[in-house]
């Protein structure tokens, strides 16, 4: 039987793209077979499965293959790589939203490129602050092991050191709604045209233009997930004991703090707090790891 790759989900129809087919090609619209819903795996965007062609072109979708990765928000499979995408300004970039992400990113075991996106804004009258912005970003985050990367869809500038990060990978684009994702997606892909909208003014945030999740090839080999842009993000299936382990920085420590289950708050001897207070953590990493945990306790309580 043959096998391909869904390339989109819409209505109730997966889009499957045959292993033997070019990425330009058609995909086959088939639908989910019935023990798909009976065992209650939905097939999703990313997912290679086993379909068979029915009459008049379509097809059913009879296995799902086994996945490497799978993120729960937005919903993808097979993802090896993410890409973050948070603006400069317009909306304003929140790093208590960019951790938020790190951690579902570093829980679905994504390595992932943090990009800035709407640097053309540099050249405008906020340029001095805009500057220190970026230059905060990348202390934070560069010495921990994330790459960070500027770019403009408007400009170009850094189109191509995007392009380099996605060759030969599949990356799933997220971030927060409004920052330019779709923007992006049309500066690195020819033709591509997907819609964008502009900030709103009176919310302060992103109106949401990608409606639906869809796999995208690049020229380079690689291929990008569009996906919904979200401003929350929940923590379901993450325990207050195992929230550390995706803080890289935290991992990063030679040392052992001296009780097991330590959840770095205020125990004696905890090489995270110490790792704070030297400087070897970010004070605002550590502030949003507290605040994830608090969250994560509130919700065991709630349920």
Not at 110 to 123: E, F, G, H
Not at 139 to 144: K, L, S, T, V
Not at 208 to 222: Q, W
Request: with cysteine; proline share 4%.
């Amino acid at each position: 039987m043959p096998e391909g790759l869904i390339v989109k989900a819409l209505s109730g129809y997966y889009y499957v793209l045959p292993d033997q087919a070019k990425s330009s090609e058609t995909p086959i619209q088939c639908r989910g077979r019935g023990i798909l819903r009976k065992n209650e795996t939905a097939p999703l965007v990313g997912d290679r499965v086993v379909y068979t062609m029915t009459d008049g072109g379509e097809g059913t979708v009879d296995e799902i293959l086994p996945r490497t990765t799978e993120l729960i928000r937005p919903q993808v499979a097979n993802a090896d790589t993410a890409l973050l995408v948070f603006a400069l300004a317009e909306p304003d970039l929140s790093t208590h939203l960019l951790d938020k992400f790190l951690v579902h990113t570093e829980k679905a075991n994504l390595n992932t490129t943090i990009c800035i996106s709407k640097s053309d804004l540099l050249l405008g009258p906020e340029a001095e602050s805009l500057e220190v912005i970026i230059k905060k970003i990348r202390q934070i985050y560069e010495p921990i092991g994330y790459t960070v990367l500027t770019c403009s869809a408007k400009t170009g500038e850094g189109k191509e050191e995007v392009l380099q990060h996605l060759a030969g990978k599949i990356t799933v684009f997220s971030g927060q709604s409004g920052v330019g994702k779709s923007s992006l997606i049309n500066a690195i892909i020819p033709n591509m045209n997907l819609e964008t909208n502009e900030i709103s003014v009176r919310l302060g945030r992103g109106k949401h233009t990608t409606r639906h999740v869809e796999l995208m090839p690049l020229e380079n080999g690689g291929w990008v997930f569009d996906t919904p842009g979200f401003s929350q993000l929940d923590f379901a299936g993450i325990e207050t004991e195992g929230l550390d382990q995706y803080f890289v920085e935290f991992n990063q420590m030679e040392e052992r703090c001296k009780f097991r289950g330590c959840l770095h708050r205020n125990e004696p001897a905890c090489i995270v707090i110490q790792g704070v207070h030297s400087g070897r953590i970010a004070q605002s990493r550590y502030d949003h790891y507290l605040i994830f945990l608090q969250e994560i306790s509130e919700r065991k309580r709630r349920y």
